[in-house]
């Protein structure tokens, strides 16, 4: 994609969301950038104005093409090109939203793209409830995973077991200038969960909503920062319970049917796999192996064991 692709997009100034701007960050991210700023400019409801933030990028492509749009004035939708030192995307994420002068303000990952009417359907459930502070879709995976990912969103309940909203979402401005915005010295990952949590702390009522429908395209690839971030996830939950001990204390009963419930649903889907291999007259993998051997206790694995012993001798 070229930038002339962006310059050639029609938009009727009557459809434009004038109570929506749209920040983006960036970092050495080449072409993927106008990939992103093409699906803004495509919307049923574009933004009145795009906020480009380039987090110190270094690679020539990336750093050509974000010359090339601060010096472009024919795209349809205004862009400002912030370029600043690399300080990681929850600094990059405020310099935005602090530049942005709308009621409501969307976020945007440089590598993603929306389908033509996210900000339409999205920015409209955000104006019709009062108490929601951000709102957000499913999304459609691509690169390496083709898939349709649908996180739920709800109350600060709802987040205390796993992260419910994607990173990119609508949020209300006031209720970022109300929690403090993104916490910048989280560089490790999970940066948006903590920055839900810090939203919905702001009114008991507060609650964020999930349209239906994969109306975000979130790009994948296996060194993404979603990914890696894992490697840490023990201690960025540490982390996140320290700060919002608060909630887990006033919620430590949804707190840890939340997550008991997740790793029951994980039991049972790799419960139904095994099965699954044995029936086809597959070997299991040696992990597999060793937990049959050696089934864990008080969790629910012993239990998982005897149904697939039990299954398997009924086949044999």
């Known amino acids: 994609m070229n930038i002339d692709c962006i310059i050639n997009t029609h938009i009727d100034s009557r459809q434009i969301a004038k109570d929506v701007e749209a920040v983006v960050t960036s970092f050495n991210q080449g072409s993927m950038i106008l990939e992103a700023i093409h699906s803004l400019c495509c919307q049923t409801t574009p933004p009145a104005k795009i906020i480009l933030v380039d987090d110190g990028s270094t690679d020539g492509e990336s750093v050509r093409i974000l010359n090339a749009i601060q010096s472009n004035h024919n795209l349809p939708v205004p862009v400002t090109v912030i370029q600043q030192p690399n300080a990681g995307v929850s600094s990059a994420r405020n310099t935005g939203i602090r530049q942005a002068q709308t009621s409501m303000t969307l976020v945007l990952d440089g590598d993603d793209r929306l389908k033509p009417s996210y900000i339409e359907e999205v920015s409209q459930i955000l104006r019709n409830h009062p108490a929601m502070v951000a709102a957000s879709s499913w999304m459609h995976t691509f690169g390496v995973l083709d898939a349709t990912v649908r996180p739920c ?3 600060i309940t709802a987040f205390l077991a796993r992260n419910c909203c994607p990173a990119t979402h609508i949020l209300r401005h006031e209720v970022w200038e109300q929690c403090g915005g993104y916490d910048e010295s989280m560089r490790a990952g999970f940066e948006d969960w903590d920055f839900f949590f810090s939203m919905l702390e702001t009114t008991p009522d507060a609650f964020i909503r999930i349209v239906e429908k994969p109306l975000i395209e979130y790009r994948t690839a296996p060194a993404s ?52 291999t044995l ?38």
């Not at 840890?256 to 039991?267: A, D, H, T, V």
């Open 279 to 316: 029936a086809s007259g597959q070997e299991p993998c040696s992990l597999s192996d060793e937990f049959m051997a050696h089934p864990s206790y008080g969790d629910g694995g012993m239990a998982a064991a005897v149904r697939i012993a039990s299954s398997n001798s009924r086949c044999t």
């Open 225 to 276: 920062s979603n990914v890696t971030s894992m490697e840490k996830r023990l201690d960025l939950m540490r982390f996140l319970i320290q700060k919002h001990i608060g909630s887990y204390r006033n919620h430590v009963t949804e707190a840890l049917l939340g997550i008991e419930s997740i790793s029951i649903s994980r039991l049972y889907g790799w419960e139904s796999e095994i099965l699954h």
């Open 153 to 155: 969103g709800g109350g």
